[in-house]
Every structure is written in C-alpha cells, then in structure tokens.
C-alpha cells in the first residue's frame, strides 16, 4: 500500500539523480513492473525532486542512508539503513527500499514523519530523528 504522510499532504522529497536512474532501472525489470510495492516506489519516485548527488542535502535519506528513527506511537527507536533488495537483511536493520518502510523513507528529511499501513493493517508513523550516514555527504560515491 502507498504510504500515506501524517499531515495528510506528502512531505517533500529529495531523490540523487544517481539513486533516481538506479531505481529506475531496477523498476523496469518485468518480475517487479506489477508488483505493488514496484508501483509504491514509482509513485513516489514521480514525486520527488530529483538533484546531482552533491546536491543532496545531508540530512536527506538516500540510497545506503543510515537513519535514526522513532515510532511515534510507542517511542521505540530504530536505526535503519536503506538498500537494495538483493542487499535486505532485517536482522542487521537493512531495510530494502521495496519495503513498505524502505519507499516510505527514501527522501524525507530529518523531522519528516511518515504513515503506512503494516501487514495486518496497523498504522505505523515513523519520525526520521537523524541520519547518521549518507553517501553523497560523506563523499562516498563512486566516480
């Protein structure tokens, strides 16, 4: 299900040019071009400024970002780091970006929270607190 924002306005976002035509290539692939998640990321995808990687403000969450975040119902904090599918593991909090959650963060800002509907239907409201690394701030990408 498409994230919905808690204002009832979507929040602003701000997606790498780099990290805009990686999804976008990921996208095209025919497994992924019906899946609902797929759909999810495109539309928030077709949202989003897109700006050259050095561009990207630093408290921006990008592809690889590790993020601090509280859920804003119980307080419980997470941090979690964004990535690929093929690079997902929950165990180490890396979050794929076809995650409901994942889609949910890519772009938002510190201070910008963000609504979706878990499996089972509970409302989830995660408030980005930090980023702790961002590659485009920390100069790490690739030439």
């Known amino acids: ?16 040019s780099r ?17 609902p998640a ?4 495109m539309d928030e995808l077709n949202r989003a400024e897109v700006v050259p990687p050095e561009q990207v403000p ?6 690889h970002s590790q993020v601090e975040c509280e859920d804003v119902a119980s307080g419980e904090e997470h941090v979690l780091t964004l990535v690929y599918p093929n690079e997902a593991d ?11 959650v994942g889609s949910a963060l890519l772009g938002l800002s510190v201070g910008q929270s963000i609504e979706w509907e878990a499996p089972g239907g509970r409302k989830l409201n995660l408030r980005v607190k930090a980023v702790r690394y961002q ?3 920390a100069g790490d990408l690739p030439r």
């Open 90 to 100: 929950v165990e180490k909090g890396h979050v794929s970006v076809l995650a409901p």
């Open 135 to 137: 590659p485009a701030a």
């Open 19 to 35: 990290d805009f035509a990686r999804l976008e290539a990921m996208l095209d692939s025919p497994v992924l071009s019906r899946h």
């Open 58 to 63: 630093p408290d921006v969450v990008t592809m």
């Open 1 to 16: 299900m498409p994230t919905q924002p808690v204002s009832g306005h979507p929040p602003s976002l701000i997606i790498s």
């Open 38 to 41: 797929a759909i999810a990321l």
